[in-house]
């Protein structure tokens, strides 16, 4: 596919007439280097119809695909099949990116822009959004990354708790996830933790551009995040997390530089923290079950992975099994999402 545009970014749009406009306009600031295409997704209410209208306005910029309903891992899959650009995005309908902080993003990926000088992963900070607050917490990654260079996973330095992944701060490079057949599940929420963390092995060279690019929304009582959405949602979570924590062997991590092994393990435990968290939330006999499968799964799976999860002190944690350990378990989890604001 011929490389037009610098940048691609995919909004997937499920009903997001409401504020959809708004993330759009946040893209437009880039201008011509931008190929921003809207996936409706089987969408009922005006969202096709605005997406159609922004792409009239903004004809060699926007581009619309309709398609039934395939969740927002079906978007994101029609954007790295499509994609213009030689670096790929993904900015939710609800989000929006900071004006200084595009230009910036699009300056740095353009002096990467020539084969032989791309990045296989640009990474840069974030920032969360409460309801008409911005920019309420910042995540940056300073203490980590060398700046305004290409470098590799041996030149980063420690990942604290605090310093981990999200798909809003992740720019990959389009042909790479093209190259290795990257598809995510569809008819499924929380795919995003896959696509933050599987193709990570792949990346060998990469930048970082200190300064906030994307505005993370949280707060609203329909987010995927939200507390009663992730309970009543557990199968998929679930599911989604056990996929993440066996897509790579132990075997496969010993081979990786020190700084990406010790971030894989890291997310991964992580990611079972919150979610055993959330299953002693529920407190059902069917949460209990899928609490335990998690752990079965990734034990069959791989043994050495496994006790690798278990010698991580987040992984401790959440493997507990006393009522004292899984109530602090519990406490931490929603201190942490007090903290950040969530619902």
């Given at each position: 596919?011929?490389?037009?545009?610098?940048?691609?970014?995919?909004?997937?749009?499920?009903?997001?007439?409401?504020?959809?406009?708004?993330?759009?306009?946040?893209?437009?600031?880039?201008?011509?280097?931008?190929?921003?295409?809207?996936?409706?997704?089987?969408?009922?209410?005006?969202?096709?119809?605005?997406?159609?209208?922004?792409?009239?306005?903004?004809?060699?910029?926007?581009?619309?695909?309709?398609?039934?309903?395939?969740?927002?891992?079906?978007?994101?899959?029609?954007?790295?099949?499509?994609?213009?650009?030689?670096?790929?995005?993904?900015?939710?309908?609800d989000d929006r990116l900071d004006a200084d902080g595009l230009k910036a993003l699009l300056n740095l990926l353009r002096e990467?822009?020539?084969?032989?000088?791309?990045?296989?992963?640009?990474?840069?900070?974030?920032?969360?959004?409460?309801?008409?607050?911005?920019?309420?917490?910042?995540?940056?990654?300073?203490?980590?990354?060398?700046?305004?260079?290409?470098?590799?996973?041996?030149?980063?330095?420690?990942?604290?708790?605090?310093?981990?992944?999200?798909?809003?701060?992740?720019?990959?490079?389009?042909?790479?996830?093209?190259?290795?057949?990257?598809?995510?599940?569809?008819?499924?929420?929380?795919?995003?933790?896959?696509?933050?963390?599987?193709?990570?092995?792949?990346?060998?060279?990469?930048?970082?551009?200190?300064?906030?690019?994307?505005?993370?929304?949280?707060?609203?009582?329909?987010?995927?995040?939200?507390?009663?959405?992730?309970?009543?949602?557990?199968?998929?979570?679930?599911?989604?997390?056990?996929?993440?924590?066996?897509?790579?062997?132990?075997?496969?991590?010993?081979?990786?530089?020190?700084?990406?092994?010790?971030?894989?393990?890291?997310?991964?435990?992580?990611?079972?923290?919150?979610?055993?968290?959330?299953?002693?939330?529920?407190?059902?006999?069917?949460?209990?079950?899928?609490?335990d499968g998690l752990w079965q799964a990734i034990r069959d799976y791989d043994e050495d992975l496994y006790r690798a999860y278990?010698?991580?002190?987040?992984?401790?944690?959440?493997?507990?099994?006393?009522?004292?350990?899984?109530?602090?378990?519990?406490?931490?989890?929603?201190?942490?999402?007090?903290?950040?604001?969530?619902?």
């Open positions: 596919m011929p490389t037009e545009k610098l940048l691609t970014v995919v909004v997937p749009c499920y009903n997001s007439a409401a504020y959809m406009e708004k993330a759009v306009a946040s893209l437009l600031v880039g201008g011509e280097e931008m190929d921003v295409l809207l996936v409706d997704d089987g969408s009922s209410d005006n969202t096709g119809t605005i997406a159609d209208r922004l792409a009239e306005e903004n004809p060699s910029i926007v581009r619309v695909i309709h398609q039934p309903n395939g969740g927002h891992g079906s978007g994101l899959n029609r954007g790295i099949e499509t994609a213009k650009g030689i670096y790929f995005k993904v900015v939710d309908s990467h822009a020539a084969p032989g000088s791309r990045a296989d992963l640009a990474v840069h900070d974030y920032v969360y959004d409460h309801g008409d607050k911005q920019a309420v917490f910042r995540i940056d990654y300073a203490k980590i990354f060398p700046q305004k260079r290409l470098f590799g996973w041996a030149d980063c330095g420690h990942f604290s708790a605090s310093n981990q992944f999200m798909i809003h701060s992740l720019v990959y490079r389009a042909d790479m996830l093209r190259e290795h057949h990257y598809v995510l599940p569809e008819h499924t929420f929380y795919e995003d933790n896959l696509y933050v963390y599987q193709p990570l092995p792949w990346v060998e060279k990469l930048l970082y551009l200190h300064q906030p690019v994307y505005a993370y929304n949280v707060g609203r009582d329909d987010q995927s995040v939200n507390e009663k959405n992730l309970i009543k949602r557990l199968d998929q979570l679930t599911a989604m997390i056990t996929r993440m924590a066996t897509s790579w062997h132990m075997a496969d991590l010993d081979t990786f530089a020190k700084p990406l092994r010790q971030y894989m393990i890291n997310n991964v435990s992580g990611q079972i923290w919150s979610l055993c968290a959330l299953h002693h939330i529920a407190g059902s006999e069917e949460s209990k079950k899928l609490n278990l010698r991580n002190p987040v992984g401790r944690m959440a493997h507990a099994q006393s009522k004292l350990g899984k109530g602090l378990l519990v406490t931490a989890y929603r201190v942490g999402h007090k903290i950040l604001h969530f619902g």
